[in-house]
């Protein structure tokens, strides 16, 4: 070895390999990547909101055919008195009928998915009762239920309803068969093997039919609503949506369709983040992978 050799000093880590020393200055992407989730739908809604200020302003279009976003924002606050407890009405049916879909849906498929008997003669009605339009059943609903808001309630359930059972009966039927040799290898009775295996396993669908029910659910008592035609003081936003047309008091008919699409964004954001902090430790849809 010449002296030169010996007497040259050791490269750095960065002049060793240039792709370690991009991997150290550049900065996370986490950060950036959340903040382009974020602010990219707002500047698009700013731009959305001015475009439509502008047009309503420079067509000077009546405020009973397109109202400006102010007018709807004055709208929601002054008809807050009639819109706050309607709002408070479809959320009531809503939540119920999520929560006995949960409780039925997942009760059905845990049967369907441990008896076959139990498919056979279940399965195909729970299909049919899904395939009717809601707005054909409710009619018959109206006329056997004492109550609206009960009738309301069984509609949006009906609705709600399939998805968890269709997810949940998937998941339960798709465990791994080694992993149920494995089981029964180890003496596990059934009980064991559905509490430890099959429903775990059955966890992410569940959860993505709640997803999907949870959207139905507030799409299905609003479309009830309209079925049944319900007025009064225990009425939702599906009947202040019918009111404000039969008004042209179109602002407010736009205020009600944003506290609609802000409910269905809610739940649907709630389900998800309900679905990534019970999934985020160990399944595959969950896992942040390095790029």
Request: aromatic content about 10%; overall charge positive.
């Amino acid at each position: 070895m010449s002296l030169a050799a010996t007497d040259r000093k050791p490269a750095s880590v960065a002049q060793a390999d240039p792709a370690i020393a991009v991997s150290i200055t550049r900065p996370a992407p986490g950060k950036a990547a959340r903040a382009k989730r974020i602010l990219i739908p707002l500047l698009m809604l700013a731009l959305l909101l001015v475009v439509w200020s502008v047009y309503v302003w420079a067509f000077a279009v009546p405020h009973y055919i397109l109202p400006s976003p102010m007018r709807i924002a004055n709208a929601l606050v002054t008809d807050w008195g009639i819109l706050g407890p309607a709002l408070l009405v479809t959320l009531k049916i809503t939540f119920l009928a999520l929560i006995l879909a949960l409780l039925g849906g997942v009760t059905l498929a845990v049967l369907i998915a441990e008896s076959k008997i139990a498919e056979l003669a279940l399965y195909p009605y729970a299909v049919i009762l899904q395939v009717t339009p809601i707005v054909a059943i409710a009619p018959l609903i109206l006329i056997y239920v004492p109550t609206t808001q009960a009738a309301l309630l069984i509609c949006a359930w009906i609705v709600a309803f399939f998805p968890v059972l269709s997810n949940t009966t998937q998941g339960l039927k798709s465990t791994d068969h080694n992993l149920l040799d494995l089981f029964k290898l180890y003496g596990a009775s059934r009980l064991q093997t559905l509490i430890f295996l099959k429903l775990p396993n059955a966890l992410p669908y569940f959860l993505a039919g709640l997803r999907i029910a949870g959207g139905l659910a507030l799409i299905a008592a609003v479309v009830a609503e309209f079925a049944a035609g319900s007025a009064g003081a225990g009425s939702g936003l599906a009947f202040r949506l019918i009111e404000s047309q039969f008004r042209l008091n179109i602002p407010r008919l736009f205020a009600a369709l944003f506290l609609l699409s802000v409910t269905g964004v809610m739940i649907f954001a709630a389900t998800s983040f309900i679905s990534y902090m019970l999934l985020r430790k160990w399944h595959e849809s969950a896992l942040k992978r390095e790029t």
